[in-house]
Structure formats: structure tokens, C-alpha cells
């Protein structure tokens, strides 16, 4: 009898489909010519940080791949909050380094540490301007080769922007994201969303300058691509 | 503010009050600069400069906006100081009740905008900082008054003993008639001032650049497309490497006001031009006030369409600010003589003709 029992229970678990996360995977791309990136004139024009370049640097506000491919878009699942694990995420680090953050766009989670850190030999002050009630806006000093300044951000918010007062051509933007499934593609345009579980989602691609697009996904039992494609209006 | 007393000009308080307001001209210089170099807050803490009694922070330290936001903290601080000597100076050698009270007022003021300067910093609050610039325009027009009434010139108006004999007549042998209505356009022009500073001030605390990048055209248009598809397109084609924020909607119409409001100003002002130099004649300072006044306005906009041009270059930005500043003081002190000249001088009946060459009896002569 209880042969017969177990043998029934197995049975029953083994017909129930297994429950498998999956990622979501796909390439951003810019249709369009974007306008030309302009150089960085007041660095040069300022003699601690001109001093630090042979060549006057220029902006990255599209970073355009040979197919096409765009960095610094970061593609999320809109509406998944509550499901942050920030807090055991090892912090990222954002450094000042030629009077320019480094790296200018980036992307955590509510409740991870952001480190700043000063590389340059001169003052930079750090300030942070949220526009989403619960962040904190801070303005604080950081000396040349001083200790790191750390940052953490309850809610989630798109591109929140930091900058040097004294430098004022320096910015950078975090967007923070209240759950682990997001993604910042890099030159070569592509994202990895892993271990979605089952459902069905819209897929956000936020980039700074050119907006948002959303796709609509549903999420079953192997993995789920999806391309985005911004046009410069 | 009638004073039918003479009073005896103190000439080092008048010229101790004329550096005042020379030095609150060049404050707000200095704090347009600090603005036009989006440097508002590169130092974090006041009333210290990172951590260093202000008077203290080495020059050394002084690099990129910190530069331009110590300075102006420390012309203020001597701002405040010539305020505070010339408010006791006034308390203690004018005799005039109303003159202690102004002096007050020029003390309270600079402290109020000390204070809210401080408070634009510490707390990070960009409305603070239009408020500071306001108050700022409106402490120089103080003590340009204030100069202004410590001068034998206003003493002068009084008897009616000014460089120039007062006209009883006007052009060609025709009573000058009441000033009443050109007193009353040339304070509402002043006053059209002052609100285009208040949207001036507001466009500049946004801090996202040139929300209109052409002139005197709009986005190539007479009146810009301002659809959410439209501003997109702006923002994604705008590369400004200073400009923190994106352009919106509302700040490009916040520009053609203020474009709109500098083409009324510039008609009121031609207006006044006219009417002064009609009425009062070519040769009365309030007719070559308002000449001066003119002149200025046309200073202005060529500022204004040169900020543009430039794409908002910090020192072209800055002294488009001091144009709106002098234009405001002209015109409040315009308003302040003319007041002055009315409750000195009898009223003239219109009808009045009297034969004889262009300039007549002097009025007092008239008057007695």
C-alpha cells in the first residue's frame, strides 16, 4: 500500500512541466544618422584637466556600432519591482579619470553601493541630483586620490544624474532598477536578461538621449529574443 | 518722500553710496558669471569654502567654477560690508528720517541675500536661486537710489536749481504739460522690466542651456513646434556639453515670452523716448534720460540675440544680465526724478501758450 502510494506520488510530480527560468536575449540598433559628437572645448580649455590629453576629447552620447549596434541602452522588464537583490550585489564603481566619469552611463540595482572614486589630481565635487522622491540629492566634496564617496538609492529611478560643479562639462547618469532583470549593452549592441521566470512581460529599452521602446514577451521554457531598433528623428 | 527741507550734501557719504552701487553693479557680474558657468554649486558647503573660513580658502584652490563662485562670494561679503557702513553713515549724518529707513532696508536686503544665497547652496534648491537672482536686481536698484538720493543733483530738484533750467515752456513756445502720463508709461515700463527679469531669471535657473538655438527665428520657424514629438527630436539632435538637463516644452515657450516681452519693452521704450523729448523738450535731462534709456535697450537686445549666437557664451550671457540690470536702474531712477520733479513744480494748464523763444521764465521765478 504505501509501495503504491509512492509510486502514485511520483508519478503525479513527474507530470507536472518543470518550472524553468529562462533569459531574455536580443540587439539594440540605431536607424538614422545621429549628429556628430562635439568636443570636450572647456576640458582643454581648463589647464589641470587639458594637461591630461594630447587630443581634445568628444562626447559619447551615441556610441554607434559598424552594423549599427547602440550602446549604453538599458533594457529592463518594466513593472518588476520588489525584487531587488542590490544589497548582496558587489558594488559598482564609477571613477573620475581625465576630468570625465568613467564610465558615464550606468546601470544598478535599489539598495547596491556605488563607489566614486577620485583618480584625478585635481577637486572634483560630487553631486547627485535625483528626481525621484526617496533618493537623496548630495553634494560633497571629493579631494585628488581622497577616500571613495559611496551611494546607495532606495527607489528606483532612470538615469539620475551626477556631476562636477567645478568641472562643468562632467556628467554621468545611474539609472536604478528595483529587480536583477536588466541589462547595459555594450559596443557591440546585445543584452542578456537572465533567468526570467515564466510569464509574460514588456521588455523596456530606455537610452538617454533617444527615448524609450517596449516589447511585449512571453517568457516560457527556453530562452526569448527580442531586438530593438531606434530611429533618429 | 517729499522733503520740503534743504538738506546739506554730505559729498563723501554720496560718493561713499555711488562705489556701493559701482560694487553691487559688479556683484551682480560676478554672480552672472557663476551662473553662466553653471558653477552654483561647485563649492558644496557656506558659509566655509570646503571646510576653509571663506577668507581663508587658498588661491591655489580656486580652479574651474570654484573660481567664480568664491569670488563672488567674497565681493559679496565686501558688498555687505559697504552696505552696513553706509546704512550706519546715513543713520548718523543725514537728517533726513526717510534715508535712515532706506538705509535699513539696503542692510536687510543684503542680508536676506547673503542668506539666500547660502541657502541656494546648502540646500541644492534651484528655485532658491532665482529668488537670489531677483533680489539682487532689485538691492541694485536700491542703492543706485540710494546714490542717487545723496546727491546734490536731487537736492537740486528740489529748488529747482538742476544743470539744465526746467522748461516752463515746452518746443515752440507751448506750455509743457502735465508729466503725469509720461511719468505713469515710464513706470510701467520699468515694471514690464522687472517681470522680464523674473523670466530671465527662471530660464537661467533651468540650467538646459539654449532652449531656442536660432534667432531671430525659432527652430527655423516664427513660432517653434513645441508637440512632444518635436521636442524629442530637439533633444535628440542637441549636443550641449554643459547643459544638464533636456529641453522642454514649457522652456521653449518660456523663451518666446521672453522674446515677445523684449519687443514690447523695446516699443515702450522708443515710446518713452519720444514723449519725453516731445514734451519736456530735447534739452531736459529726463529727455536725455530717456535717449540713454533707449540706447540701452537696444544694447540689450543685440546681447540677447549675440547670447544666442554665441551659443550662450558665459561673458556674452553675463553681460546681457547687467543690461537688464542698468536698464531696470535707469528706469526706476528715471521714475524717481520725475516723482521728484513733480512735487517740486506746479502743475501747467495744457491751454496755456506763451509767445516769446523756446524756454521762457525759469519756474520758480514762474512760481513766485
Known amino acids: 500500500m504505501k509501495k503504491t502510494s509512492l509510486v502514485l506520488l511520483i508519478t503525479a510530480l513527474a507530470s507536472i512541466p518543470a518550472v524553468r527560468a529562462a533569459d531574455i536575449v536580443g540587439t539594440v540598433t540605431l536607424n538614422g544618422t545621429p549628429p556628430p559628437e562635439v568636443p570636450y572645448t572647456p576640458l582643454m580649455n581648463d589647464s589641470t584637466c587639458g594637461a591630461m590629453y594630447t587630443t581634445t576629447p568628444t562626447t559619447h552620447f551615441y556610441v554607434v556600432g559598424p552594423d549599427h ?10 513593472g518588476v519591482a520588489g525584487k531587488s537583490t542590490g544589497a548582496s550585489q558587489p558594488p559598482v564603481v564609477m571613477d573620475q579619470k581625465g576630468c570625465l566619469y568613467q564610465p558615464q552611463i550606468l546601470a544598478i540595482q535599489t539598495g547596491q553601493k556605488l563607489v566614486v572614486r577620485n583618480s584625478d589630481p585635481c577637486i572634483h565635487n560630487v553631486h547627485c541630483a535625483p528626481a525621484v522622491a526617496g533618493n537623496p540629492e548630495s553634494n560633497q566634496v571629493q579631494m585628488p586620490g581622497g577616500p571613495d564617496l559611496n551611494f546607495a538609492f532606495s527607489q528606483p529611478e532612470m538615469f539620475m544624474r551626477f556631476k562636477c560643479d567645478v ?10 532598477l528595483d529587480s536583477p532583470y536588466y541589462c547595459l549593452t555594450g559596443k557591440e549592441g546585445k543584452f542578456i536578461i537572465k533567468d526570467v521566470p515564466p510569464g509574460k512581460y514588456t521588455v523596456e529599452a530606455d537610452h538617454r538621449k533617444l527615448g524609450t521602446l517596449t516589447r511585449d514577451v512571453e517568457v516560457k521554457d527556453s530562452d526569448v529574443t527580442v531586438n530593438f531598433s531606434f530611429d533618429v528623428k | 518722500m517729499s522733503e520740503n527741507v534743504l538738506v546739506k550734501v554730505n559729498r563723501p557719504l554720496h560718493w561713499f553710496a555711488v562705489l556701493t552701487a559701482v560694487f553691487t553693479f559688479l556683484l551682480l557680474g560676478a554672480g552672472g558669471l557663476v551662473t553662466s558657468h553653471e558653477a552654483g554649486m561647485s563649492v558644496p558647503d557656506w558659509p566655509n569654502s570646503y571646510g576653509y573660513n571663506m577668507f581663508l580658502f587658498p588661491p591655489s584652490q580656486w580652479i574651474g ?13 565686501g558688498v555687505g560690508l559697504m552696505t552696513t557702513i553706509l546704512a550706519v553713515w546715513l543713520w548718523l549724518r543725514d537728517s533726513r528720517k526717510w534715508m535712515h529707513r532706506l538705509g535699513l532696508a539696503a542692510f536687510l ?145 518660456l523663451q518666446m515670452v521672453h522674446r515677445l516681452v523684449a519687443l514690447a519693452i523695446f516699443l515702450l521704450t522708443v515710446t518713452c523716448a519720444w514723449q519725453a523729448r516731445r514734451r519736456l523738450g530735447k534739452s531736459d535731462p529726463l529727455a536725455k534720460l530717456a535717449l540713454f534709456w533707449l540706447g540701452l535697450i537696444l544694447a540689450q537686445i543685440l546681447l540677447g540675440a549675440a547670447t544666442i549666437w554665441s551659443n550662450k557664451a558665459a561673458d556674452v550671457a553675463t553681460a546681457h544680465v547687467l543690461g537688464g540690470a542698468l536698464s531696470l536702474v535707469t528706469g526706476a531712477l528715471w521714475c524717481a526724478i520725475a516723482f521728484r520733479r513733480s512735487a517740486a513744480l506746479p502743475e501747467i494748464a495744457p491751454a496755456t501758450t506763451i509767445s516769446g523763444a523756446y524756454g521762457g521764465a525759469p519756474v520758480l521765478a514762474a512760481n513766485k
Not at chain 2, 567654477?65 to 561679503?77: K, M, P, Q, V
Open chain 1, 167 to 176: 568641472h562643468p562639462w562632467m556628467f554621468a547618469w545611474v539609472s536604478v
Open chain 2, 109 to 253: 536686503l543684503v542680508v536676506v541675500q547673503g542668506v539666500l544665497g547660502g541657502l541656494r547652496v546648502v540646500l541644492a534648491d534651484a528655485q532658491l536661486g532665482i529668488f537670489h537672482a531677483i533680489v539682487g536686481q532689485l538691492f541694485f536698484v536700491l542703492t543706485a537710489a540710494i546714490a542717487l538720493f545723496t546727491s546734490r543733483f536731487w537736492q537740486n530738484l528740489q529748488t529747482g536749481r538742476t544743470g539744465s533750467p526746467l522748461p516752463a515752456v515746452g518746443a515752440h513756445g507751448v506750455a509743457r504739460p502735465t508729466e503725469t502720463s509720461l511719468r505713469t508709461l515710464v513706470l510701467l515700463t520699468t515694471i514690464l522690466m522687472f517681470c522680464q527679469l523674473i523670466i530671465a531669471a527662471t530660464m537661467r535657473q533651468q540650467h538646459a542651456g539654449l532652449a531656442i538655438p536660432d534667432f531671430p527665428l525659432a527652430y527655423g520657424k516664427i513660432w517653434p513646434d513645441t508637440t512632444p514629438a518635436a521636442v524629442q527630436s530637439y533633444n535628440e539632435h542637441r549636443l550641449n556639453v554643459i547643459a544638464e538637463n533636456p529641453i522642454t516644452a514649457f522652456q521653449i515657450v
Open chain 1, 69 to 78: 549596434e547602440l550602446a549604453d541602452v538599458i533594457v529592463s522588464l518594466k
Open chain 2, 65 to 77: 567654477g570654484i573660481f567664480y563662485e568664491h569670488t563672488h562670494r567674497l565681493i559679496a561679503s
